[in-house]
Every structure is written in structure tokens, then in C-alpha cells.
């Protein structure tokens, strides 16, 4: 079967349709007071084009079908929840940056090709542990990102308000065309691998390393052009494709975003290329999943500790019935005390379906903590801890540690603690900006892809 298979994909699932999510119990939802306006906001939202197309959605497939095969790695990192507030070119260009400048450390440190995928141009809904949130006597509705309420602790601020759904999709718009101008208009070819450069990562070891690869990168391609390669001849290396992606949870919305693509007759999710179903949403029986299983796009499922095997392989046969290659990855998240435990079972019971997934990384949420100045952390050294627990896990196995997804930022925060910059509990409030996890900073991030780079070509080394 080619990889991206995408003829498979025309069939349409049995018995969906874009809504017919609406007849099961759904989790997370907010509690919209005017169901008619609601309705005139969706409506508005279907008339508007889509933010996608099918066919990109059909490479984001093709290239993760190589992953699954071991030939590639998936880079998926970004925002937790992107911010009506954060929303400002420069905080787009930097983000982009740094993932760009870690998919560079891992294509040229590890040998890899790497897939890019980013946490953006759509990722505003999140789900939420309680429904309320109480401070001292006062109990509001939980805040559930930008595209339902607002942060501030106020009653009118938390009222879901379904007009954010339209700013939503005009920031995702606007997001995804700065991204597609400078991932094809020069800015990420390789040779301004110098112009990734942040200024503010300073003389950390980090920024030495990368000043150093950058380098050896300008030499490699200045002796492929005078071999007859260059970005004239060669597109892959005066462009690069970055995919988005985000978690389908407020399903109003990504059914209004879905549309029959004209050349395949298959469903796409159009609001973003790769779209994935949360820990706290994948029930088999209920809406998220049932979304989910009828559009063509390739998906992402969460795992967390709760999920057995058995659930496991259920949810492989809703969300990939016909197997296709690169159409599922499974994002496991069980923190650095629980991945040796969890992710072994799983690996187990794929290789007993005969089932060739992407194996994802997400060393966030199972190692997120609240700190003493009371706000949501995570300690670099536990994120790593976790990365390394995946790579024994699958070394042991002999399946392939296919990707990393990471909640980071191109901006200098102050929100996950340690590293080599030794970032402390104490120096928390100073930068702290997300609106919901806390995330790697520049530094932190192209530290971690220093360290995974130099995992896999050990990893490589020793195959
Ligand atoms: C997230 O990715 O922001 C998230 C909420 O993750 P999970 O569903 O794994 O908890
Ligand atoms: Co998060």
C-alpha cells in the first residue's frame, strides 16, 4: 500500500456524518447560555473557508506513515493554549524559530529527517480537571481557553461567549499565513540557519552548541552548492513544511471547520492538518471519539495512565479501522514515574494487532506540579526523565521512539523550573505569561533537542 493511502480514506465511515457526534454524552463542552446564537456563530463559521486543504493534510500523513515505519521523527511542539492576548507576529516568528532551530539540532545531530508539526494556528480549547474554579470563598466557571471564555476571574469573564469562536479563527487565519510566508518565502531554508538565531538565549551552552551546528550546516551547504546542489535546485533545502495542529475539543467548532474535499470525497477537519482527541475526552462510546473516526485527517490520541490495553487496541479499531499508515499517533503522557509502567503494555498489545503506529513523546502533562508561589510548574530534569523512561521502553521493545510533543514557547518565560539555566521555584512570577500549562522556553527547548539528538544517534549508533 503507498503510504498515504489517501484513497482508502474516501470511504465514509458507517453511519457518520460532521454532526453525528451530537447524539452521544460529550465531556468538556461548555455550557452555552443562548443555544440561537450559538447556532448564528456556527453558521458563520461554515460559510468561512477553510483554514487547510486536503492535500496537505495527505502529506502531514505520507511523511508521518515514514515515522511509523522508523525513517523519520516527529517534532510537535507549541503553545498549551494559544492567547487572544500573546497573539503578536513576533511571539508567531520566535515560536517558529525555535522549533525550527530543534528540528535543525535533530537533522543534523541525529541524522533524522524530521517532521514538523506545530502547536498553533488553532490550538485555543482546553479541557479542564474541574468545571469550577474556586479562589477563597468565590467558586466560578473553570476558565476553558480563548476560543469559550476569558482568564480573568470575573463571572462575565468566564461566561462562554460563542463570538470568540470567530477572533479564534480569524487569529488561526492569520497565524497560519505568517507561518506559510516564512516556512515558503526563504526565511526557513537552511541556509538562514544563522538568522534562527535568538538573541536572548544568550551565551548558554545551548546557543554556543547551536552557533556551532549553524556553522558546520553554512559549510556543508556552501560545498552542496558548489557540487550543483542548492535551494534552486533542490526545494527541501530553501523550504520547509510546517503542519498544525490542535486538540478537536469544542466540537461546534470543528464540525463547522469540516468539509467534503472535492478530490477525494473524504471528510477533512480544515481548521488544521493533524487534530487529536485529549486524555480526559477518548472515550470510545462518546462525541470526541466519534468526531474523530470520520474525518480523513491524520489524528492524535493522548494516552495517559488510565488508558489499558484493552482500551488501547479499541480505540485503534474506532480511530484507524482500515490501518492506514501514519494515520494514527499515539501520544503517551504518564510522567517520568509512570512511563515504565504504562507505555510497555501498549507497545506490547500494537505489536499483537499487528498495529505500525507513531509513538509520541509528551513529557508534559504527566509531570506538571503546583510549586509554592502556587503556580503550575514542571522541572526539566522530570521531562527528561520521561523522554529517557520512552526511549528505554521502546528500546526494549524494538519499536521506534517516533516523536517528541512538547508545550513550548519562543519567549523568554519563566515557567518550567531547571535545566542548565538553572531556572528556580522562586523565579516563577517574573515571565510567567501562559494561560493555562507551563512551558519550555527558548533555551530549555533547544537544550532538550541537544539531548534527544544526542539519545538517537546513540540510539542509531547502537542499531
Ligand atoms: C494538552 O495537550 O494540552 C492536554 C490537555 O493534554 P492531555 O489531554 O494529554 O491532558
Ligand atoms: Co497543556
Known amino acids: 500500500m503507498s503510504p498515504a493511502a489517501p484513497g482508502a480514506a474516501t470511504l465514509p465511515a458507517p453511519g457518520w456524518s460532521p454532526d453525528s457526534w451530537r447524539r ?5 463542552l461548555p455550557d452555552f447560555e443562548d443555544a440561537a446564537h450559538l447556532s448564528r456563530v456556527e453558521a458563520r463559521l461554515r460559510g468561512y473557508p477553510p483554514l487547510v486543504f486536503a492535500g496537505e493534510a495527505r502529506a502531514l500523513q505520507a511523511e508521518l506513515a515514514a515515522v511509523a515505519e522508523g525513517r523519520a521523527f516527529l517534532l510537535q511542539g507549541g503553545d498549551c493554549a494559544e492567547s487572544f492576548a500573546e497573539f503578536h507576529p513576533d511571539t508567531i516568528r520566535d515560536s517558529l524559530r525555535v522549533l525550527l532551530q530543534m528540528a535543525v539540532v535533530l537533522i543534523f545531530g541525529a541524522g533524522t ?8 494556528a488553532g490550538q485555543f480549547a482546553k479541557p479542564r480537571s474541574s468545571p469550577v474554579e474556586r479562589q477563597g470563598e468565590v467558586e466560578l466557571p473553570s476558565y476553558r481557553g480563548d476560543i469559550v471564555n476569558a482568564l480573568d476571574f470575573t463571572l462575565a469573564a468566564r ?12 487569529q488561526a487565519a492569520a497565524t497560519l499565513n505568517l507561518v506559510r510566508a516564512f516556512t515558503e518565502g526563504g526565511y526557513a531554508a537552511l541556509s538562514r540557519v ?3 538565531y535568538l538573541g536572548f538565549v544568550g551565551e548558554t551552552p545551548q546557543a554556543r552548541l547551536y552557533q556551532d551546528a549553524a556553522a558546520r550546516i553554512s559549510e556543508a551547504l556552501g560545498f552542496m552548492a558548489a557540487c550543483g546542489v542548492s535551494g534552486d535546485s533542490t526545494p527541501a533545502v530553501a523550504r520547509t513544511r510546517v503542519y498544525t495542529s490542535h486538540e478537536a475539543l469544542l466540537l461546534g467548532f470543528e464540525e463547522a471547520m469540516t468539509r467534503v474535499d472535492s478530490t477525494s470525497g473524504a471528510w477533512y477537519n480544515t481548521a488544521g492538518h ?3 482527541v485529549g486524555d480526559r475526552t477518548r472515550d470510545p462510546a462518546e462525541a470526541h471519539v466519534e468526531y474523530l473516526r470520520g474525518i480523513a485527517n491524520p489524528l492524535g490520541l493522548k494516552a495517559g495512565p488510565s488508558l489499558d490495553p ?3 487496541v479499541r480505540l485503534c479499531d474506532a480511530l484507524d479501522p482500515r490501518r492506514e499508515p501514519g494515520r494514527l499517533t499515539v501520544i503517551t503522557r504518564f510522567g517520568q514515574d509512570g512511563v515504565a509502567r504504562h507505555l510497555p503494555p501498549l507497545l506490547r498489545a500494537a505489536r499483537r494487532e499487528g498495529r505500525r503506529l507513531v509513538w509520541a513523546c509528551d513529557p508534559m502533562h504527566g509531570n506538571t506540579v503546583t510549586s509554592d508561589s502556587g503556580l503550575k510548574t514542571r522541572r526539566f530534569e522530570r521531562i527528561l526523565g520521561e523522554v529517557e523512561g520512552f526511549f528505554a521502553a ?5 519499536t521506534h521512539p517516533g516523536g517528541l510533543h512538547v508545550e513550548m514557547t519562543g519567549q523568554d ?8 539555566g538553572d531556572a528556580s521555584d522562586a523565579g516563577l512570577p517574573a515571565r510567567y505569561r501562559t494561560h493555562c500549562d507551563p512551558r519550555l522556553n527558548a533555551a530549555q527547548s533547544l537544550e532538550l533537542a541537544f539531548l534527544l539528538a544526542d539519545r538517537l544517534r546513540r540510539m542509531r549508533r547502537t542499531a
Open 194 to 196: 544563522h538568522d534562527w
Open 159 to 170: 461566561r462562554p461567549d460563542p463570538e470568540r469562536q470567530l477572533q479564534a479563527y480569524a
Open 274 to 276: 493533524l487534530v487529536w
Open 113 to 120: 529527517s524530521v517532521v514538523k508539526v506545530g502547536r498553533l
Open 413 to 420: 518565560v519563566t515557567e518550567c523550573t531547571g535545566g542548565s
Open 394 to 398: 521502546h528500546a526494549a521493545e524494538g
Open 24 to 28: 452521544l454524552p460529550a465531556r468538556q
Open 310 to 312: 484493552d482500551g488501547f
